[in-house]
Nanobody, 122 residues
């Protein structure tokens, strides 16, 4: 069973930065694309960013483009989401997920982490 564990969330002031990490439990990590999603209170979960299995492709939601960067370290079975210029609207639970294919569609991801809370304050 694949397990994904996120870390790095917390409380940050608007304009600040955070780096989220997601570590996979098993060694086939490098064969799959990975993604980050988020869910704000009272809202549906939404796509944030995705990265191809080799790290050569990345795709961002418009809300993340230009501010954030997704990356992966195959030696650590870990992906990252570097979030800069955080805004109040970025407050949400952030989830990493393993995808069947490189996609921005939630249904294309079949393994999910438990989520990590990011709270941006004014």
């Amino acid at each position: 069973q694949v397990q994904l564990v996120e870390s790095g969330g917390g409380l940050v002031q608007a304009g600040g930065s955070l780096r989220l990490s997601c570590t996979a439990s098993e060694g086939t990590f490098n064969s799959y694309p990975m993604g980050w999603f988020r869910q704000a209170p009272g809202e549906e979960r939404e796509f944030v960013a995705a990265i191809g299995h080799s790290g050569g492709m990345a795709y961002y939601a418009s809300s993340a483009k230009g501010r954030w960067a997704i990356s992966r370290d195959s030696t650590k079975n870990t992906i990252y989401l570097q979030m800069n210029s955080l805004e109040l609207e970025d407050t949400a639970v952030y989830y990493c997920a393993r995808g069947r294919k490189f996609s921005d569609v939630e249904g294309d991801y079949n393994y999910w982490g438990q989520g990590t809370q990011v709270t941006v304050s004014s």
